[in-house]
Nanobody
Framework: QVQLVESGGGLVQAGDSLRLSCSAS????????VGWFRQAPGNERQFVAA????????YYADFAKGRFTISRDNSANMLDLQMNRLQREDTAVYYC????????????WGQGTQVTVSS
């Protein structure tokens, strides 16, 4: 089992930056893909970004390219999402998630952290 806990959410103004963190425990993530999703009320869960833990290969949703950066600290089992130039459309609950390489679904999820962008 993998336990995931997000932190770093908050209320910011449009144009501001925010850094989210996800702490993973339970096992090493060498064979996992870990990423971020978000969900606003009434909307579907939306993919944001992901990273292959060992290789460091990154994947970004179109809206995140150029504004968001995903990174990880292997020794600390920490996953970060640096979000720049935030807009109202970025308002959502952001979730950290993980899946094993070769598995289609992300089966491990954190509790989420709220990001609210005002303007």
């Amino acid at each position: 089992q993998v336990q995931l806990v997000e932190s770093g959410g908050g209320l910011v103004q449009a144009g501001d930056s925010l850094r989210l963190s996800c702490s993973a425990s339970g096992r090493t993530l060498s064979q996992y893909v870990v990423g971020w999703f978000r969900q606003a009320p009434g909307n579907e869960r939306q993919f944001v970004a992901a990273i292959r833990w060992s290789a460091g290969t990154t994947y970004y949703a179109d809206f995140a390219k150029g504004r968001f950066t995903i990174s990880r600290d292997n020794s600390a089992n920490m996953l970060d999402l640096q979000m720049n130039r935030l807009q109202r459309e970025d308002t959502a609950v952001y979730y950290c998630a993980a899946r094993r390489i070769g598995v289609t679904d992300f089966g491990y999820w954190g509790q989420g952290t709220q990001v609210t962008v005002s303007s």
